[in-house]
């Protein structure tokens, strides 16, 4: 006779297992994830269809040495036997890497953390970008020989990362054929897994020196290319971080000048085509030894008024079809600011998977509560973190159906770990209130929320509204629409007053 699980556990492992995958996300994005395990000492990892193995503990472990493997030993070692000022990029980033782990790694063999420099952000970014080519698309060597080259090499860099973000922002890569020099064409297509629909993507780098962020040349240059789809253009303006530019100077400069070569920018004696532009800033490799790793990110439209920070809409309602319209490209530039490089091969959270703290409280276990009161048991329903009192709520229904309320201490690495990943602390996925800065935030939250509220309900909260008769008529997805809207008026009209 078969075993029945009972509902009540199956449902809690089918929540923990997407508190598991979520985390996993987080740190990995969209992509295929990271496939390994350990046998025998060694961790052993797979790389599209090749397999790798090593005494590594963490990725970043792994990611040294592929990168070392990728370029080959050869290259390696004939830059190393040049003075550090004639090295290739690469190898003067490697040798900022090493100094720095020496520095801070007091014993060697054991997991510590430590800030990232521009130099491990920049050598380890270079890795991991390389990884998620060979093990998502395809690794061509025309590109690897063109990081060896350092004529050729920011260019080609740059390309690893617009790939890399791509394919943690959840899209499938096709890319162009290296051989091919009958036509020029686009880095890669883009295929989004959400919608199903498909880019033209072409990366373009400036060169260094710039004393300004203008990229009307990357531009028209990337415009020039054959595109079978929707264009994407990446562009890096490759200039230090300057404290001095805030952001709202950097977007006014860049945008300055994309609106200004809308309305003259030709492409072989016709006007350009549309396109989304992406400009973007890391500058890494300005400041290896820095432990500011800043980036800067902007989606703008080049022919697509109604998409971009300069985009002016009539209503919420307008600017949410807008975005709900481009989502693929608004993720996109949600994934290069969430950009990371995951420290765990699995997804745990690093405080717990180095030991340094221990999974203590999982919503919906278990647990032997006698230190409370003799003999007492009860099953953890909810809990929340007091971040300024370095202590965990914890509420637990007891096995005779009383409800209880309780406290524990926290200690610094698991604040870290909560910090990192709050939503999913508690071993299953309980999503923790953000910050509300703006109306359109607010609208999208309330969206989120109130998605599958029968149209009745809807109807009810929008009982005094003078056009109730009318917007009886509307779809349910239109209801909802004005119903957030609705709510956001009120909302702003509440705090004026």
């Known amino acids: 006779m078969p075993i029945r699980t009972p509902p009540e556990v199956l449902r809690q492992k089918t929540e923990e297992h997407e508190a ?5 996300q987080q740190q990995q994005g969209l992509g295929r994830p990271i496939i390994g395990t350990e046998h025998s000492g060694y961790q052993i990892v797979a790389v599209g269809n090749a397999v790798h193995w090593g005494k590594w503990k963490t990725f970043f472990d792994f990611l040294s040495d592929y990168v070392k493997q ?3 030993g050869d290259f390696g070692n004939a830059e190393i036997a040049k003075p550090l000022s004639e090295r290739h990029p690469v190898m003067q980033w490697y040798d900022a890497v090493c100094h720095y782990q020496k520095k801070t790694i007091p014993e060697p063999g054991k997991v510590h953390t430590a800030p990232m420099t521009g130099a491990t952000a920049a050598y380890f970014g270079l890795a991991y970008n390389l990884y998620l080519l060979a093990h998502n698309a395809e690794l061509q060597q025309k590109l690897v ?8 090499f920011q260019g ?3 390309e690893t990362l617009v790939a890399a973000w791509f394919i943690v922002a959840g899209f499938e890569l096709t890319l162009e054929d290296e051989s091919d020099g009958a036509e020029s064409h686009c880095e890669f297509a883009a295929r989004s897994k959400a919608s199903g629909k498909s880019y033209s993507v ?13 990229v009307g040349a990357q531009l028209a240059k990337a415009l020039r290319k054959t595109a079978a789809h929707e264009r994407i253009v990446m562009i890096d303006v490759n200039v230090p971080d300057d404290p001095a530019r805030t952001p709202e100077a950097f977007l006014t400069e860049v945008l300055r000048g994309l609106k200004r070569r809308e309305p003259t ?7 350009a085509p549309a396109a989304f532009v992406v400009v973007t800033n890391h500058p890494y490799h300005y400041d290896l030894d820095g432990v ?8 703008a439209g080049f022919k697509i008024p109604d998409f971009g920070p300069d985009a002016e809409f009539n209503s919420l309602i307008d ?8 989502a693929d490209v608004f993720k996109l530039v949600k994934a290069i600011g969430d950009y990371r490089i995951p420290a765990t091969f699995d997804g745990e959270v690093p405080e717990f998977a180095f030991g340094e703290a221990e999974r203590k409280w999982t919503i919906g276990e278990h647990y032997d509560l006698s230190e409370m009161e003799p003999g007492a048991a009860g099953v953890l329903t909810s809990a929340t973190v007091s971040d300024t009192e370095k202590v965990v709520y914890l509420a637990f229904q007891l096995d005779g159906g009383r409800s209880v309320m309780a406290t524990a201490p926290m200690t610094d690495a698991e604040l870290s770990a909560y910090r990192s990943h709050p939503d999913t602390f508690f071993g299953v996925r309980r999503p923790v209130g953000g910050k509300v800065d703006t109306p359109m935030e607010l609208f999208e939250w309330l969206h989120e929320s109130y998605r599958n509220t029968p149209r009745e309900k809807l109807l009810e909260f929008l009982g005094a509204a003078p056009d109730l008769a009318h917007l009886s008529t509307l779809p349910d997805d239109e209801l909802l629409l004005v119903c957030c809207e609705h709510w956001v008026f009120g909302t702003m009209n509440t705090t004026r007053q």
């Open 20 to 24: 598991r995958e979520l985390r996993r």
């Open 70 to 72: 990728t370029l080959g």
């Open 145 to 152: 020989a063109r990081l060896k080259n350092r004529e050729q």
């Open 156 to 158: 080609a860099y740059y």
């Open 202 to 214: 072409e990366a373009k780098s400036r060169g260094p020196n710039k004393d300004h962020l203008d």
């Open 265 to 271: 920018l030709t492409v072989n004696g016709q006007p």
């Open 292 to 299: 500011s790793t800043s980036r800067a990110v902007l989606g």
């Open 319 to 326: 600017a949410f079809k807008a975005k709900q319209k481009y």
